[in-house]
């Protein structure tokens, strides 16, 4: 007996529903590369505050080695001021402050930057007017500095001794301050003296000498 042709159609769907399909496989090869690991970061370690020294005693000029962050004591001696008169006061008069040894046992080699610390009672509002810098000059075993002169009728033009050394004052914190040359220092000798009251006939120095390296 013969199939219609519709028979055959029907069967070969039914074939095609029922049968599976194969599997397809996608094969996809990656070349690994090893990726360098970013290390963190170190940060930056600060650097300690510096703490600046404080002078041990009040009223004392102390010189400070930067270096070594430290404070160095100075040549605690006295002055006295005399006044000197020449020919009955006809060639003038002066005061000086004169004070034993040609030169004192507190040295420095510094030429420039050369900075001092002092601390005060807390009373004290002007430190330049009270304290001064001078430079002495050795006299006969003695230093030697003019404070005032006055020439007389007949003029006598004696050289003075020494000069008087400006400086300015900063405060570094309370009752505390920071005193820096306004110029570069000479070799020679020096000396605070606190001169609060003028009355005095006797006055408290402290004193230093500069000596230059013959590298300068």
């Known amino acids: 007996m013969l199939l219609p042709a519709s028979f055959f159609c029907l069967e070969a769907q039914a ?3 029922t049968g599976k399909s194969k599997p397809k496989y996608d094969t996809i090869i990656r070349l ?3 990726k360098p690991v970013k290390k963190p970061s170190a940060k930056p370690i600060p650097k300690p505050e510096l703490v600046l020294p404080v002078p041990e005693f009040i009223n004392q000029p102390y010189y400070y080695d930067k270096e070594g962050n430290k404070l160095i ?3 605690n001696g006295t002055a006295l001021m005399v006044t000197k008169k020449k020919t009955l006061g006809l060639k003038g008069a002066k005061q000086f402050l004169s004070m034993d040894a040609t030169s004192s046992k507190i040295r420095f080699t510094a030429k420039k930057e050369i900075v001092f610390f002092i601390k005060t009672s807390g009373d004290v509002i002007d430190l330049t007017s009270y304290i001064k810098l001078y430079n002495f000059i050795p006299v006969e075993q003695k230093r030697e500095v003019t404070i005032n002169a006055k020439e007389g009728m007949l003029n006598d033009k004696e050289e003075q001794r020494g000069k008087l050394i400006s400086f300015s004052v900063k405060m570094i914190s309370k009752d505390n301050y920071m005193i820096q040359l306004t110029e570069q220092l000479e070799a020679g000798e020096y000396g605070f003296v606190w001169m ?3 009355e005095l006939k006797e006055f408290s120095v402290f004193a ?6 013959s590298s300068d």
Do not use: P
């Not at 230093?208 to 390296?213: T, V």
């Open 15 to 17: 074939q095609t529903k």
């Open 32 to 34: 690994h590369v090893d």
């Open 73 to 75: 004591k100075l040549e």
């Open 196 to 198: 609060k009251n003028m």
């Open 208 to 213: 230093f000498g500069i000596d230059w390296k």
